[in-house]
Every structure is written in C-alpha cells, then in structure tokens.
C-alpha cells in the first residue's frame, strides 16, 4: 500500500517558521500531485498547497507569499517551508498525494495521519 508519514509540525510563535516534510512509501507506481491540507477544530479540511510532478505549484490565498512547497522526486518527499506564521495557521496539517500504486492504473488519493502546527500569540 502507499503510505505517507509527515513530520515537522510543533508549536511556534507569531511570526516563527516551521518546516513540515512527509515521504511516500510503499508499492507506489506513480505520483503526481503531492500537497499539503489543514484542518482546524470545528472546521473542513482545506487545500493548502500543493505541486505536480513537474513542479507546478498552488496554494491557498492567505498562503501566498508566505509558504513554499517543494519536492524531491527521488526520495518521493514533499516539504512545506512555512513562514511569518499566523495564529489562524494553527491546524492538523495532512500530507496528500494523487498517486498510481505499482501493478495497477488507478489512480486515487492519499493522505497521511496528521502533524500538528500550533501558533501562539
């Protein structure tokens, strides 16, 4: 199966970065969009960035100018530089890939179990 396992998430104050990092692993054929979404208490989850195989990027509004996702295709690892964190930051922060287990052709979504990104006043 395909697995994703996130890691980096803490707890930062105003202003501070964090880096969130997540690998896929597993029979995996091929990735295509790796991201990252969020989910804070009482709310759905949203998109927050994401990036295609060729390295075309998207990211959420209030995102824009302060977070970068990148990736390494070899290690199958996406990464989110988060900076200038905000207090509405705070979220369970899910790592997502649109991926092809090896030996099949469909093509489905996966997510990982959730890191969390707390900011302080």
């Known amino acids: 199966q395909v697995r994703l396992s996130e890691s980096g998430g803490g707890l930062v104050q105003a202003g501070g970065s964090l880096r969130l990092s997540c690998t896929a692993s597993?029979?995996?054929?091929?990735?295509?969009?790796m991201g990252w979404y969020r989910q804070a208490p009482g709310t759905q989850r949203e998109l927050v960035a994401t990036i295609t195989s060729g390295g075309t990027t998207n990211y959420v509004d209030s995102a824009k100018g302060r977070f970068t996702i990148s990736r390494d295709n070899a290690k199958n690892t996406v990464y989110l530089q988060m900076n200038s964190l905000k207090p509405e930051d705070t979220a369970v922060y899910y790592c997502?890939?649109?991926?092809?287990?090896?030996?099949?052709?469909?093509?489905?979504?996966?997510w990982g179990q959730g890191t969390q990104v707390t900011v302080s006043s």
């Open positions: 597993g029979r995996i054929g091929s990735i295509n969009r």
């Open positions: 997502y890939c649109n991926a092809r287990p090896a030996y099949t052709v469909g093509w489905g979504d996966y």
